[in-house]
Structures are given as C-alpha cells and as structure tokens.
C-alpha cells in the first residue's frame, strides 16, 4: 500500500482521536495535497513545525493501528465484501442475489 493511501485510511479510522490542529494539518498534507510552506503560511508556523507535526501525527497513528488494528480489519472486511458480492452475481436467482448485493451495500455504507 503507498505511504500516502496508507495515512489516509489511517486518518479515516483516527482522525477523531487527535486534536483538530493534528488532524486539520494531515487533511491539508494528506487529503488536499498542499506543501508544508502551503499549510505552515495560513497558520502562522513555518515549514519544519508542519514537518514536525506531520511526523509526530503519522506516528501517533500507526501506535493507534498497531494497538487496534482498525485499520487492517476494516479492509479484510472491504474485500469480504466484495468476494460476496461477486459470488452473488453468480447466482441465477435473480430475487436472492438482488437481496444479497443489497447487504453488502447496506454493510459497506455503515463501514
């Protein structure tokens, strides 16, 4: 998984545990694509304090995943998922397999 995809599905599952200056920051690196210069000038902090943040953020973070695997179970769930709603469409019955892929949309709206 790249560096980048991986902190945004970090941030998903977390975000809400750091505080919103952390977590404003990660959505401007991560999420908006902005330099440190880019989010540092608007905040009145320079580009190593954002740098600073960033790293300290990201690990913060991954201490929350290695603990609570959140992140990792929610994504085996993602691909369960979509290995049933696969094997639904092989179904012939058109009723139970519109039933079943209804489920799995229904399971993947409230992940």
Do not use: W
């Amino acid at each position: 998984m790249a560096k980048e995809l991986k902190f945004v599905m970090l941030l998903d599952c977390y975000g809400d545990l750091l505080t919103e200056h952390q977590k404003n920051i990660m959505e401007l690196y991560y999420c908006e694509d902005l330099s440190l210069a880019e989010i540092g000038n608007p905040l009145g902090i320079t580009r190593q304090a954002v740098r600073d943040i960033i790293k300290r953020t990201e690990n913060i973070l991954l201490n929350y995943e290695e603990k609570l695997s959140f992140a990792e179970r929610l994504g085996k769930m993602r691909e369960c998922f979509d290995r049933i709603r696969e094997t639904a469409g092989e179904i012939e019955n058109e009723e139970i397999r519109n039933k079943i892929t209804e489920e799995v949309k229904k399971g993947l709206e409230i992940m």
